[in-house]
């Protein structure tokens, strides 16, 4: 350890062990009944494995460095998934009731007894505030146990005829790579995990090398829980996802990201007919409509669609158009609660927007910054150039800003910024807010607001979209299905039909 570096126990007010003695079912893959929070390692077969080369992250916060954490080769992956297809048959095998039971036992063990460690670590390696991190953590537990409540939809579904009988089955479809980005580890592994878990499939985890941290941890302890190879988890650099995408023994490759890389994770995929599940990003509008009387309350719900978790988040707002008759007192009232918006650490109080979780993102992000300077936009807040002692701190902090009516072909309108710059636009009518909401490759998400019902849920009819929320800001819910439309993907997570996506279908056709 370098003398700059920041221990994860030590920088989140962790113990340095935090053992459980909570006696869990199946107990038959038990590690030593501590665990050491200080220590970053793979998880192949049940067993903690290290590796020669290993990298290390930055805390966004500080740009202190963060520990060591493996960095996989072929040889890993190789054997990852030769224990993944040893575990295969035992664990398809297991009554989907057992496997709820197992699955539950580990979101508790995880996410509750483990609940404050996560959320410690999470806050160290994304920069997200305590109450997102604490958000974070509690919705990864409770995904799974949703994963485990739809355990009857894997039932076989039986059609009596006069001459035969069709039976329907769910059958689990082998191993499963979850491909994990970085701005929300936790739970976007979570949504892989569960549902191929409770399909009888094996999952081998790749967290993303921005974050790799609670994901390693979280399958570290997930070994109390489940047998050998059931659960892996291997970190590594760009070099790991095309490994596991490529490998011929993988049968589903399930991936949360930019659409650039989900259309070559497709095509790799092609090759040897695996099935995909893509979540990609989306360039999402919300619109405005003239009958919004409380504005004070619309523009903050706009404020935070567009600037939650630093507007990191796929489903996050990314263009805002208002009607015209409202758009003056609109402004003024979203530029008041931007204002209120507290930057900084996760250890500053009050604080809601944290820094860019890397330096990739946090200079792609500066760019639209100088780009919207340079084409001399309006600020309706934030942009200004800070001095060095003016800023929130050392990391990759960027205060909110809003744009008043950018350019139809400017990037602040034309991409997705997942950041936090937000363009917002007049219209004059609702059917050419609808035209321009629809203007655009991407499909994830949308939002409405109207006074009348009516209105908001026709508005939202007609968007193009995957997930569309009326009077909110994006607010994502296991229970409802939330995939892509358009270049935004296909397959996706949540819904009663969940756990099939990690199914093959086999029907029996049996004559009388």
């Not at 869990?24 to 030593?32: C, K």
């Not at 769910?170 to 980005?181: F, R, S």
């Not at 990759?396 to 034309?414: G, K, M």
């Not at 007609?462 to 994006?474: D, H, K, M, T, W």
Request: charged share 20%; with cysteine; hydrophobic share 40%.
């Amino acid at each position: 350890m370098s003398g700059t570096e920041v221990p994860m126990r030590e920088a989140g007010g962790l113990s340095e062990t935090n053992g459980t003695k909570n006696e869990l079912p199946n107990g038959s893959n038990p590690l030593s009944a501590t665990i050491d929070w200080a220590s970053f390692k793979n998880i192949i077969n049940g067993k903690l494995s290290s590796t020669t080369k290993t990298l290390r992250g930055t805390n966004p916060s500080t740009l202190d460095p963060l520990p060591e954490f493996p960095c996989s080769s072929q040889s890993d992956v190789d054997e990852a998934v030769k224990a993944a297809r040893a575990a295969f048959p035992s664990w398809a095998a297991t009554p989907v009731t057992k496997r709820a039971e197992l699955v539950k036992a580990w979101a508790d063990l995880a996410y509750k007894t483990h609940g404050p460690d996560l959320i410690a670590i999470i806050a160290r390696e994304t920069g997200k505030p305590p109450m997102l991190s604490g958000i974070e953590v509690g919705n990864a537990g409770r995904n799974l146990h949703y994963a485990a409540s739809l355990a009857s939809t894997l039932d076989e579904e039986v059609l009596e005829e006069d001459d035969k009988t069709i039976t329907t089955q769910y059958i689990p479809m082998g191993v499963v790579a979850g491909l994990v980005p970085w701005n929300f580890p936790l739970i976007l592994a979570m949504n892989p995990v569960g549902s191929g878990l409770m399909a009888g499939c094996c999952l081998i985890l790749k967290p993303s090398p921005f974050s790799p941290y609670a994901s390693l941890k979280a399958v570290e302890i997930a070994q109390k829980v489940f047998p050998p190879g059931v659960l892996q988890c291997l970190a590594g650099d760009d070099s790991l996802g095309p490994m596991l995408v490529q490998h011929p023994d993988i049968q589903k490759v399930s991936f949360t990201g930019s659409i650039a890389t989900g259309k070559r994770i497709m095509a790799e995929c092609a090759k040897t007919l695996k099935r995909v599940s893509l979540e990609l990003g989306g360039n999402d509008a919300c619109i405005v409509c003239d009958d919004v009387k409380n504005l004070n309350a619309c523009a903050a719900q706009v404020a935070m669609g567009g600037f939650f978790n630093t507007g990191q988040m796929c489903v996050c707002t990314k263009r805002v158009y208002v009607h015209e008759s409202i758009y003056g007192p609109f402004k003024e009232a979203i530029r008041n609660f931007v204002k209120t918006m507290v930057v900084g650490p996760p250890e500053k109080e009050g604080v809601l927007v944290g820094p860019m979780q890397n330096k990739m993102q946090y200079e792609k992000v500066l760019r639209l910054f100088h780009d919207a300077k340079k084409q001399g936009y309006e600020f309706i807040v934030g942009g200004e150039d800070e001095k060095e002692d003016e800023r929130p701190g050392k990391g990759y902090f960027i205060r909110p800003a809003i744009v008043n009516n950018p350019p139809l072909d400017s990037a602040l309108i034309a991409d997705e910024q997942f950041g936090p710059i937000l363009p917002i636009m007049p219209y004059s009518d609702i059917d050419e807010a609808i035209r321009l909401a629809n203007a655009t490759p991407h499909g994830l998400a949308a939002a409405v607001f109207a006074d009348d019902k009516a209105t908001g849920k026709r508005v939202a009819s007609r968007l193009e979209a995957g997930s569309v929320y009326i009077n909110s800001f994006p607010k994502p819910d296991i229970r409802g299905f939330m995939g892509g439309h358009k270049e935004s993907g296909f397959g996706g997570s949540g819904g009663k039909t969940w756990l099939r996506d990690s199914c093959n279908i086999r029907v029996l056709h049996e004559y009388k």
